[in-house]
């Protein structure tokens, strides 16, 4: 096989970047890999999906593969980074339907990038407003500042 992962240094830290053919890119459909993804690059604590990157939808686009969105609700309510706190809480998990790439190239990125982020976000709003916290974050927010 001829693609691997390399370890590289970014300006302010490493990462993984992923060199080879086409051919040989292991997304394609002909090695049935499935490849799971965050377009988001991290997740944000505020009511809106950060914007996505552009990898995933590389690797999508030159592969010819369709996109599967899943969405998770948001987990403010019971995880905060900047407090390390980590309640207990729930979040809904809903998968869409696969967007085919079927045809498009590198120019109908910018329109697939968009149309993925509209979906899912439209869910990610319906979702988070339905989930339940036990145990409110905010209350514990408080409590610390």
């Not at 693609?3 to 300006?11: D, I």
């Not at 999508?60 to 407090?83: K, T």
């Not at 085919?100 to 590198?106: A, E, L, V």
Request: charged share 20%; aromatic share 8%.
């Amino acid at each position: 096989m001829d693609s691997a992962y390399t370890q590289t240094t970014g300006a302010d830290r490493p990462y993984v970047q992923m060199t080879g053919t086409s051919d040989a890119n292991p997304s394609s459909a002909s090695h049935g890999v499935k490849l799971w993804v965050f377009p988001e690059g991290t997740r944000s604590m505020s009511d809106e999906m950060l914007p996505f990157k552009k990898g995933a939808f590389h690797l999508a686009v030159e592969g010819q593969l369709p996109i599967l969105p899943i969405v998770y609700s948001s987990y403010r309510g019971f995880l905060s980074h900047p407090c390390k706190i980590f309640n207990p809480g729930h979040i809904i998990v809903t998968c869409l339907p696969p967007i085919s790439t079927k045809g498009m190239t590198k120019a109908d990125m910018p329109y697939l990038m968009e149309e993925v982020r509209s979906q899912m976000m439209e869910v990610y709003t319906k979702t988070s407003s339905q989930v339940h916290h036990p145990w409110p974050l905010a209350e514990s927010v408080k409590k610390q500042r």
